[in-house]
């Protein structure tokens, strides 16, 4: 079965709409004048009929009102008053409903008594009118049944009933005339239609097929302008809407081909993905560094497929669910080692995600810049722990003898003996921070109860928080959290942040512990109430030698190291530390392990 589709333009739809207007108003317009020539022609042979009972009643009435009555007297009155030559039937009754007399025309006989709804109702005293169909001519009639009075006494009745096919007859031609009035001007009105439609419709298509062959890129179309109307308006506009379009178009391709030359000499490797994933654009960095991780294609390149190979699964989840642009590193390990810096952003506009953008970026030289930095502090530290600890020893030995001004001199003495610790445990921290760097620990993994290792480090430094005036809360769980751990490690990291919640909470302050876990990860906290970090700060709290407040960090013994160490073996024992603070309010510092 073939399905055919019509499409209707323009100048149809005119026509159409023109033509139908028109015959509604002539057909309007005809059926009232109709309806009034019909109404004009049955009033009028309904007076008539009325008047003609009147004049008959009138003059009857002298005979109706006596008790002797003559049929064929009455009969041959009614002749002459031209009941045969109007067509009309005339009947009349006594004041009884008896026929007194006809003009031949009717069935009865005189002294019949006439039974029909409206010569009862005559008799009443009402006059009666009505239009009839007789169902066997299906002629129509008109009939009109006419009390005669004396007074307020009826006395007779006059019946009338006249054929309306003559007006009928006449009404039909008048029709036929209307018809064929009507046929000329819906002539008239669609050749007019046409016309009208034609100047409408000519210059549109002349727009259209203008519009179609700058759609294949010819942008030097003109169209004529014949008129100053709306017509003329809209081929003027479209004229300057041509060359406004084509400078713009120009414009963009000098722009494209400069972002084209950028990118395509950029070190970054560029790589632009649609909002389906797919790979729309990637500069020649961004191919060299597919080509590194044994990725093959180009445009059409499920980005899913280049993320997969960079990340894991859930990584990958989260970034292609993300909202906010991502940074992350990726090690390419080889002949040399090489790290690349991944940045990740969504595009989006109008809060509609259009797609997403991936610039890559070799970090390796950078990288390997902070390690050589690394190497250095570590032999630094190296070299300068010897003398430093024979230093130290030595003022022990001056402090134990007695000497000249023994109040100056012990004072001062005690000030160097300060900076030595202070130095000294600088040393040691940063020998810390070397060894977790090039992973030269060889830690020793314990079976060991994370409450317990946690209850020790609470008891080496509870005196002194007790002594300064801190109250200390610890909440733990009431079964044993057993865990393969480095126990002094996680023991040191557990006391560098009680260290920092004890030395930036004033007395009266409050340091709380807590340890929780879930299904997969055992969590410490250490939280306090004491001066909390500036919002300008918190990106920056586990850099090393970074203090928040260097005065009192220094008054303290603090060096700046304690939480990039606690850092360094959270992350080394697979977990991940978190911090949150509000300036003036408090700090919270939490580290995860992995139960298994």
Known sequence: MMRISMRIGMQGK?????????????????VYLFKSLEQYYLRNFADGQVLQGELLGNFLKRYLTEDEWSSELISSLIVEFGGRASGTETMVLDRYGRLLGADQMTAHQPGDRVIQSDILLALTGNRVEDVMIDHETNIRYHTLALPVKDGATVVGVVYLKGSLEAIYLTLQ???????????????????????LAKTITT?????????????????????NVHSQDEIGDLAGMFNFLTGKLNETLQEISAEKNKIETILNYMSEGIIALDKEGRVIHLNPSAEEFLKLFAILGGHGLWGRTILDKLFPPSEVDELLRSTVSTTKEVQLKGDEEMIWQMHFAPIIEDDLLQGYLLVFHDVTK???????????????????????????????????GAQENVAIRGRFLQVVENETERMVKLVQDLLVLSQLDYQLSNWRLEET??????????????AEISNKGIDLVISMPEERIQM?????????????????????????????????????????????TGIGIPPGDLSRVFDRFYRVDKARAR?????????????????????????????????KITFSLPLS
Request: charged share 20%; aromatic share 8%; glycine share 6%.
């Open 14 to 30: 005119i026509v159409f709409v023109y033509s139908l207007l028109i015959l509604f108003a002539v057909q309007f317009s005809g």
């Open 173 to 195: 031609e008048i029709k036929l005339m209307f018809i064929s009035g009507w046929a000329i001007v819906m002539a008239i009105a669609v050749a007019i239609s046409f016309m």
């Open 203 to 223: 210059p549109i298509q002349e727009v259209t097929s203008r519009a179609a062959a700058m759609a294949k890129g010819d942008f030097s179309q003109l169209i």
């Open 366 to 400: 950078e990288r390997t810049l902070t390690r050589l930095q690394q190497e250095f502090v570590a032999d630094v530290s190296h070299e300068l722990r010897t003398p430093l600890t024979t230093i130290k020893s030595y003022i022990e030995t001056l402090l134990s």
């Open 449 to 462: 109860d994370l409450g317990e290792l946690v209850q020790r480090a609470l008891e080496q430094i509870e």
């Open 484 to 528: 393969l751990l480095a126990r002094d490690k996680i023991k040191q990291v557990v006391l560098n942040l009680l260290d920092n919640a004890m030395k930036f909470t004033p007395p009266g302050g409050l340091v709380r512990v807590e340890i929780t876990k879930d299904d997969y990860y055992a969590f410490v906290s250490v939280s306090d």
């Open 555 to 587: 008054e303290s013994g603090g060096t700046g190291l304690g939480l990039p160490i606690a850092r360094k073996i959270v992350h080394a024992c697979g977990g991940k530390i978190f911090l949150e603070s509000s300036e003036d309010k408090g700090t």
